[in-house]
């Protein structure tokens, strides 16, 4: 009888691997999998499959944060979509009737027609352990904000509540042959598709990248909507990078924000179109890059939200010709399109013309016509426009058409000055530094504000004052000038320059526009400084030394400063190199043992994190480095180190592990007192 099959049954009959199985689910296996905790089914789906609390098994979508639960749910979720062939809802029978039925039919099977696999153990869910989507199970709350910082996005911005949980760090440990592990801080900013995540856009310091698997043809980077107001507008932007930094420099706008990753897709503009529409948002702005392939994705936009009264779409995209093709049954918006193009063609025309020397007749130089707009009409109501794949050709055609066609939603199209807003951001940052020029206060040329400095120079610093100079060296500070000299001509050094200096610990104290007399050359003067006691010397003096051989820059510094830098730099990067010292203590066999555990838990933290105890490998360290000043294990110190060997204990394949006994052994001797003679010594050394 029917009821005699019940869901407590089913989930003691029905093992939910085996039954993905046989719906076509195929395991993925790879060493980052898992790790005896979950398996993964890739199908239409990615599924995430583990042992719940009391051993049933349970399962998540990695791509839909709705569709989780037992095996019964994932029968209920497909039977109700249909996103499985074969199973639906039968004719005549409800929802759970017929996730009954589903599941009599499978057991009523042969035994030979059901799968049976051969799955490595895993263990039950702990009471309060969370899974998380695969794309962010490596993730954690944004604290690493050194990456943004370093591109010029503010606290205050990143702070945000637009941008909470928007933008996570991602830990990557890298593990070579024969070299410790070194684990990575990536910043992340996770892909969204109705809502869900589906995708890893990751960022580090030289690195960009993507999680595995990440799905980016249809998904986008999006903020949060904004607080007790509804969105005026949907800012879209080809990077999240660029997207902070639009945010930063039009502060207060009432936006939603979204960043494309790189590329638009035709699933891309269908997801902004969405957006549109369920936010009731009235409007788009394009903030795509300004270079050739920022004005193709404005055009491409433009073709996904033209209206029904002209639909417009891209018909061919080859490398130097892009063609348009515009269908309207009442003209007035293509003649008035067609007008504004003949503008443009004729002021190229112009333009050529005074080049060259020449009259500008498109019919006489194959040159000119290849950066003219041509157009021609196909049928009654059909016209095709021929772009040249050039940023000033597009943009004239954009700029046109989102004028003079009608849209499904208003559609304003931005441009950095720069190649992307994020260049605009430094630019706008390097200009805020640069008081003289902005700033009508009573300055002298050195930018040093109102008080004026009327010593001499010191020979060989160039333009600093010995009165300033001795001010920065009372306070364990140093100051040089760098002149750098570029053409107008040429891709501007100046942000590059600015963005790295600042990156490896140097801060620009003004910054000077001086007189040249070579034609049409940029001459700017910085005043850097630098701490001797910063820990980012040996990057400081490198920079420095390294910029003294590019032609383009000239570095004003004194001898004995250059050599001291130097000298210091060579001392903090030989210390770095040897690593923290122990410092000794009375009794020889602590510190030998303390030396011993130090040395063991490195690799043993290694292991730790690879297991995906992370929380573990943070005690394990924070317990190594406190056992630097201290000779014994005391405290919290052995609180900790007693929440390690249990988690050690239940971790089958770091039991054998020589460092593992190595850790046990000097555990045993620092968990011994000193002798009070001993102790009394210890208290009374002077504190490091």
């Not at 960022?203 to 607080?227: M, N």
């Not at 043992?593 to 995906?612: K, T």
Request: proline share 5%; with cysteine.
């Amino acid at each position: 009888m029917e009821h005699e099959l019940t869901f407590q049954k089913i989930k003691e009959q029905v093992e939910l691997p085996e039954l993905l199985s046989h719906f076509g689910y195929n395991l993925k296996k790879g060493e980052h999998l898992g790790k005896g905790k979950w398996h993964v089914f890739e199908g239409d789906d990615t599924l995430v499959v583990f042992k719940g609390r009391g051993g049933d098994w349970m399962y998540f979508n990695a791509q839909d944060d709705r569709d989780k639960g037992s095996v019964i749910d994932w029968m209920k979720n497909r039977v109700s979509s249909d996103r499985i062939a074969g199973i639906a809802q039968l004719p005549g029978r409800n929802l759970w009737q017929s996730v009954n039925d589903h599941f009599r039919a499978y057991l009523n099977l042969p035994e030979a027609q059901r799968p049976r696999l051969d799955l490595p153990p895993i263990v039950e869910t702990a009471p309060g352990e969370k899974f998380h989507s695969i794309y962010t199970q490596h993730c954690r709350p944004l604290e690493d904000t050194a990456y943004l910082e370093g591109r010029g996005i503010t606290k205050s911005t990143i702070a945000n509540p637009q941008f909470a949980g928007r933008i996570l760090n991602q830990l990557y440990t890298v593990q070579k042959e024969g070299m410790p592990a070194r684990t990575y801080v990536n910043t992340a900013f996770p892909a969204y598709h109705e809502g869900r995540v589906v995708g890893l856009e990751l960022k580090g310091e030289g690195f960009k990248g993507q999680a595995p698997e990440s799905q980016f043809t249809r998904s986008l980077w999006l903020s949060k909507l904004p607080e007790g107001r509804p969105a005026a507008v949907l800012v879209v932007s080809e990077s999240a990078l660029d997207t902070l930094s639009y945010a930063q420099l039009h502060p207060g706008e009432s936006a939603l924000y979204a960043s494309t990753a790189g590329t638009l897709t035709q699933n891309k503009i269908y997801e902004l179109k969405r957006l549109l529409n369920e936010e009731h948002i009235p409007a788009i702005r394009a903030a795509f890059d300004n270079d050739t392939q920022g004005h193709h994705f404005d055009t491409r936009l433009l073709a996904g939200l033209a209206s029904e009264q002209n639909p417009m779409k891209v018909v061919r995209e080859h490398e130097h010709l892009l063609t348009v093709e515009i269908t309207a049954a009442h003209p007035a918006g293509v003649q008035a399109l067609s007008q504004h193009l003949k503008s443009y063609n004729d002021q190229a025309a112009l333009q050529y013309a005074q080049e060259n020397g020449q009259p500008g007749n498109p019919a006489s130089s194959q040159t000119l016509r290849d950066e003219l707009i041509h157009s021609n009409k196909l049928g009654a109501h059909t016209y095709q426009f021929h772009v040249p794949m050039s940023r000033e050709a597009l943009g004239a055609f954009n700029q046109a058409a989102s004028r003079a066609l009608a849209f499904a939603h208003r559609v304003e199209i931005v441009k950095s000055q720069g190649k992307d807003w994020n260049q605009d951001l430094k630019q706008d940052q390097l200009q805020r530094v640069v008081q003289h020029e902005l700033s009508g206060i009573d300055e002298d040329q050195y930018g040093f504000g109102q008080q004026h400095w009327d010593n001499p120079v010191i020979e060989g610093s160039g333009k600093i004052t010995q009165q300033h100079a001795a001010q920065a060296r009372s306070q364990g500070e140093r100051l040089l000038v760098v002149e750098l000299r570029e053409s107008r001509d040429a891709v501007a050094l100046l942000p590059t320059l600015r963005e790295n200096l600042e990156r490896v610990g140097l801060t620009i104290d003004h910054a000077l526009k001086l007189e040249s007399n070579v034609p049409r050359e940029i001459a700017t003067e910085l005043t850097l400084r630098y701490r001797l006691d910063s820990p980012q010397l040996p990057a400081i003096s490198d920079a420095l030394d390294a910029l003294r051989q590019n032609p383009r820059a000239t570095v004003i510094e004194p001898v004995q400063d250059a050599a001291g830098r130097r000298q210091l730099a060579a001392a903090q990067e030989q210390q770095r190199r040897a690593g923290p010292q122990l410092v000794p203590s009375d009794s020889p066999a602590h510190d030998q043992a303390r030396q011993s555990f130090i040395e063991a838990a490195g690799q043993v933290a290694r292991e730790l994190r690879a297991s995906a105890a992370l929380l573990d490998a943070a005690r394990l360290q924070e317990v190594s480095k406190q056992l630097l000043t201290k000779p014994a294990l005391t405290g919290v110190n052995q609180e900790n180190i007693g929440k390690v060997l249990t988690a050690l204990d239940k971790l089958e394949g770091l039991k054998a592990n020589p460092a593992v006994a190595q850790l046990r052994q000097a555990v045993q001797i620092l968990q011994k007192p000193l002798s009070p003679t001993q102790e009394v010594n210890q208290r009374s050394r002077p504190r490091l």
